[in-house]
T-cell receptor
Framework: EAGVAQSPRYKIIEKRQSVAFWCNPI?????LYWYQQILGQGPKLLIQ????????DSQLPKDRFSAERLKGVDSTLKIQPAKLEDSAVYLC?????????????FGPGTRLLVL | GEDVEQSLFLSVREGDSSVINCTYT??????LYWYKQEPGAGLQLLTY?????DMKQDQRLTVLLNKKDKHLSLRIADTQTGDSAIYFC????????????FGTGTRLKVLA
């Protein structure tokens, strides 16, 4: 079974530029999560999708961050414009349906450095 | 509010036991989790415990849960150098959107 795929693995941009990350969850997984992991901290949920609908985006800085999952499969997270404090690893994860007791599978992450 | 706390560092000698501690705040959490993160990698689920259990053992891993004190621990027996990583505990908010809340992580260093 293929795992959660993410690209790119690394990205370096200058502040005020735009950047986009892509995630392809495990086949058949309805629930998809984007997390931001700042160095030395645990992952913080940015947005959670159930199929193509948003379940929770309460911690997504909506003035600069956006995410979509148009067909309920893969997803894109965008930052526009980027700030220095956006430097972090962006992790994508998926679960089968989001139900109790399910295992959450993580991708390898995209490491973003904003200069 | 939601908060999951862990100590930042732990250093042990190869062959000793490691105990990583965690405190959480959300009493509605039905499951509590332990994840491992190796350098440059995503998080890998190690084990989880159902909230009505006190203990769960899985090979070298033992999870202890004190629900009254909201304290969770992970014991790794016979710690090996390959166990060096960051360990995160996590709870899930089962009263709302079922989002996961992660601790700050404990960096385990195993000395040969």
């Amino acid at each position: 079974e293929a795992g959660v795929a993410q690209s790119p693995r690394y990205k370096i941009i200058e502040k005020r530029q735009s950047v986009a990350f892509w995630c392809n969850p495990i086949s058949g997984h309805a629930t998809l999560y984007w997390y931001q992991q700042i160095l030395g901290q645990g992952p913080k949920l940015l947005i959670q999708f159930q199929n193509n609908g948003v379940v929770d985006d309460s911690q997504l800085p909506k003035d600069r961050f956006s995410a979509e999952r148009l067909k309920g499969v893969d997803s894109t997270l965008k930052i526009q414009p980027a700030k220095l404090e956006d430097s972090a690893v962006y992790l994508c994860a998926s679960t089968l349906s989001g139900s109790l007791g399910e295992t959450q599978y993580f991708g390898p992450g995209t490491r973003l450095l904003v200069l | 509010g939601e908060d999951v706390e862990q100590s930042l560092f732990l250093s042990v000698r190869e062959g000793d036991s490691s105990v990583i501690n965690c405190t959480y705040t959300d009493s509605s959490s039905t499951y509590l989790y332990w994840y491992k993160q190796e350098p440059g990698a995503g998080l890998q689920l190690l084990t989880y415990i159902f909230s009505n259990m006190d203990m769960k053992q899985d090979q070298r891993l033992t999870v202890l849960l004190n629900k009254k004190d909201k304290h969770l621990s992970l014991r790794i027996a016979d710690t090996q150098t390959g166990d060096s990583a960051i360990y995160f505990c996590a709870e899930r908010d089962d009263s709302g959107t079922y989002k996961y809340i992660f601790g700050t992580g404990t960096r385990l260093k195993v000395l040969a």
